[in-house]
């Protein structure tokens, strides 16, 4: 936490781990223990819900983290590739040459595609089909959620 003005905020600068997820399927599940996880290891891991306050601008902050960030992990999920953020900050990784760890959640590699019903304008389609294409290939974990 930085004291900014009597207030407390919490530094949105720099983490170690940057958390990219769907939050509907993840957060409640392994993106909070990933991040318990990591901060009990005393790493700086970036979780949107635990990272920022209400007031931050999204994108501002989330952009921020993922640039100056170590490495990220991205949590593939069912919902995940319906999600325009989730795209953005797969493609910000790539585009900043993060080292991206990917964790199949649910989802298999080869499911990995953006929904049909996901408004992305012409510009971003391309930098997150490439952004998925290259995390198809990646080697990652796998986590079963009905097996905990």
Same mark, same amino acid.
């Not at 936490?1 to 600068?13: E, F, I, Q, R, W």
């Not at 009990?40 to 983290?65: E, S, T, V, Y």
């Not at 170590?70 to 953020?85: D, E, H, I, T």
């Given at each position: /936490?930085? $004291?900014? +003005?009597?207030?407390?905020?919490?530094?949105?600068?720099?983490? &170690? @781990?940057?958390?990219?997820?769907?939050?509907? &399927?993840?957060?409640?599940?392994? $993106?909070?223990?990933? #991040? +318990?996880?990591?901060?009990?290891?005393?790493?700086?891991?970036f979780l949107d819900n635990k990272n /920022?306050?209400?007031?931050?601008?999204?994108?501002?902050?989330? +952009? *921020? $983290?993922?640039?100056?960030?170590? %490495?990220?992990?991205?949590?593939?999920?069912?919902? #995940?590739?319906?999600? #325009?953020?989730?795209?953005?900050?797969?493609?910000?990784?790539?585009?900043?040459?993060? !080292? %991206?760890?990917?964790?199949?959640? &649910? @989802? !298999?590699?080869?499911q990995l595609r953006i929904a049909d019903? @996901? *408004?992305v304008p012409a510009k971003d389609f391309?930098?997150?089909?490439?952004?998925?294409?290259?995390? !198809? #290939?990646? @080697?990652?974990?796998?986590? &079963?959620?009905?097996?905990?």
């Amino acid at each position: /936490m930085v $004291a900014k +003005d009597g207030l407390a905020t919490k530094s949105k600068a720099f983490c &170690d @781990v940057f958390i990219n997820h769907r939050g509907i &399927d993840t957060k409640r599940t392994i $993106a909070t223990l990933l #991040y +318990d996880h990591l901060s009990r290891r005393n790493l700086q891991p970036f979780l949107d819900n635990k990272n /920022m306050i209400p007031g931050d601008k999204l994108f501002d902050n989330i +952009d *921020n $983290a993922i640039r100056n960030c170590k %490495v990220g992990v991205a949590v593939f999920s069912p919902n #995940y590739c319906k999600s #325009y953020f989730c795209l953005h900050e797969l493609a910000l990784f790539l585009e900043s040459r993060k !080292k %991206v760890i990917p964790i199949f959640c &649910d @989802v !298999k590699p080869s499911q990995l595609r953006i929904a049909d019903n @996901v *408004n992305v304008p012409a510009k971003d389609f391309r930098r997150f089909e490439s952004a998925l294409e290259e995390a !198809k #290939y990646t @080697v990652g974990l796998t986590f &079963d959620s009905s097996k905990g």
